[in-house]
């Protein structure tokens, strides 16, 4: 798996130096050289891809919100800055987590490590469900894994269904009045999560059949 690639953009040399080590630090994260402003944080863009900035906002020519506005990546704003408008216009441009300096370098490492899982979770090439797309704000958010999301509609009343039984998709679709497809797929969503538990039966003829139980 590649490392998830982080450029560190702040004018204070040893701030970006710090941050970048503690980005070095995180298995399965590679920190590139830091940018001191605006400029060269574009050309690090442009030469490189990171896959993540960690932009302050005051910055020698410009502001660094602005410029995680306009890359289109995946951002922090690490600021000293504490005033709800600047915190509010960072969240507006897209930043996923504001940092305020000075913080522990453990602060980042844990933000570092929720951001890793929130890729994993958006990194399914099947369609999303609403719930996948919950889990992975919560997982950001720092809620674990989403436990604390109340389920959607759709996903308790699957779970209602099954009940105590052993059952298959279509039986489920059948109980509960969707399409078996609408089934399966909250169906292995759930077998995901570890919240059901898949089994096969073997019939007499044809393919097995996936059973599914509350787990």
């Known amino acids: 798996m590649t490392d998830i690639r982080v450029l ?5 040399f040893r701030v970006a130096g710090l941050h970048r080590d503690a980005v070095d630090a995180r298995p399965g994260f590679a920190a590139l050289e ?13 030469a490189h891809a990171p896959d993540l900035l960690l932009a302050d906002v005051y910055l020698p020519d ?21 005033d709800a408008a600047t915190v509010r216009r960072a969240f507006t ?9 000075p913080f522990d370098t453990r602060v980042l490492a844990e933000r570092l490590d929720r951001y890793a899982r929130y890729r994993n979770l958006l990194a399914s090439s099947r ?37 105590d039984d052993e059952a298959s998709a279509s039986e489920v679709a059948e ?41």
Request: hydrophobic residues 45%.
């Open 127 to 163: 369609p999303l469900t609403q719930d996948d797309v919950d889990r992975a704000a919560a997982v950001m958010r720092g809620e674990r894994d989403g436990a604390s999301l109340a389920r959607s509609a759709t996903e308790q009343t699957v779970l209602a269904a099954l009940g």
């Open 8 to 12: 560190v953009v702040d004018d204070d």
């Open 93 to 101: 441009a897209g930043t996923l987590a504001f940092l305020v300096k």
């Open 34 to 46: 830091p940018a001191r402003t605006v400029g060269e944080a574009r050309a690090a863009v442009a």
């Open 62 to 82: 410009g502001d660094g919100i602005e410029l995680v506005r306009s890359v289109g990546l995946d951002a922090f704003v690490l600021s000293a800055a504490t």
């Open 175 to 215: 109980r509960i009045g969707v399409s078996r497809a609408t089934a399966q797929r909250h169906l292995t969503a759930l077998a995901e999560r570890g919240l059901v538990s898949v089994g096969l039966r073997y019939g007499s003829t044809g393919r097995p059949e996936h059973r599914f139980r509350s787990a």
